[in-house]
């Protein structure tokens, strides 16, 4: 499989703070990839130095074939990487519909608002709802939703799960595996690693800033004993 996204002795800083260390990553076109670690080793700032929200950074970074390390910030997303931070980003005072038109389409390819309703049927529910009066799992999904229609051939989530009811849970693990079927390449960093085990392809380990080890999901049975010590799960 082509590496559509290849990272090679990535460093990264906040500051005067060394936060990457060297982290080498090779994610290929329909693939799903979940890094793992505890918090603090740098599997957020991994996410934020791709898309370029990290500038102080040093290595290898491509994607499709082009290097994006002089890449900015706002044409990421036309390079076709899309991020939905942990934070979500939703704007509280828009509509479901007025936040989901907000982006701009970048590419052929992304779905259209009709596709995105059936991938999201909640959303198509409350699309006339404000940001405010939505649940923590309606803003994650409206977070994806937004990203969809732009037409990009990479998805990022940061903590996609994080404090969502399992039903919530449950019902984005299903949309991500719905999203691969069609040919999305995904990277998401989870702590959740028995929701990642559903829909990833492989895992990367991390801890103190770098990449420690690599393994396909079939591996995961056997490497529970050193992910329980790792994690601290």
């Not at 608002?113 to 909640?122: Q, S």
């Not at 404000?130 to 937004?146: F, N, Y």
């Not at 039903?167 to 959740?192: A, C, D, F, H, S």
Request: neutral net charge; charged residues 20%.
């Amino acid at each position: 499989m082509a590496a559509l996204l290849e990272i090679q002795g990535l460093n990264a800083w906040y500051g005067e703070s060394h936060i990457l260390h060297g982290v080498d990553m090779q994610v290929g076109e329909g693939e799903t990839i979940t890094i793992l670690g505890r918090n603090g080793v740098g599997k957020t700032t991994t996410l934020r130095t791709i898309t370029g929200i990290v500038r102080a950074r040093k290595g290898k970074l491509t994607f499709a074939g082009e290097d994006m390390m002089q890449v900015p910030l706002h044409k990421t997303a036309h390079r076709g990487i899309g991020f939905v931070p942990e934070e979500r980003g939703i704007f509280s005072t828009l509509t479901v519909s007025e936040n989901l038109m907000l982006p701009p389409v970048v590419a052929s390819g992304g779905m259209t608002v009709d596709e995105i309703y059936e991938l999201f049927p909640n959303l198509y529910e409350r699309r006339n709802s404000p940001g405010t009066k939505l649940s923590g799992g309606e803003q994650q999904m409206l977070a994806i939703a937004r990203i969809l229609r732009t037409g990009v051939r990479m998805l990022l989530l940061d903590e996609p799960t994080e404090g969502l009811a399992p039903v919530i849970v449950q019902r984005i693990g299903e949309v991500l595996k719905q999203l691969k079927e069609r040919g999305m390449t995904i990277l998401l960093v989870e702590q959740n690693f028995r929701f990642a085990s559903r829909i990833a392809d492989r895992f990367y380990l991390m801890d103190h800033g770098q990449t420690v080890s690599e393994f396909p999901v079939g591996e995961l049975p056997q490497r529970m004993d050193t992910l329980h010590k790792v994690l601290g799960v």
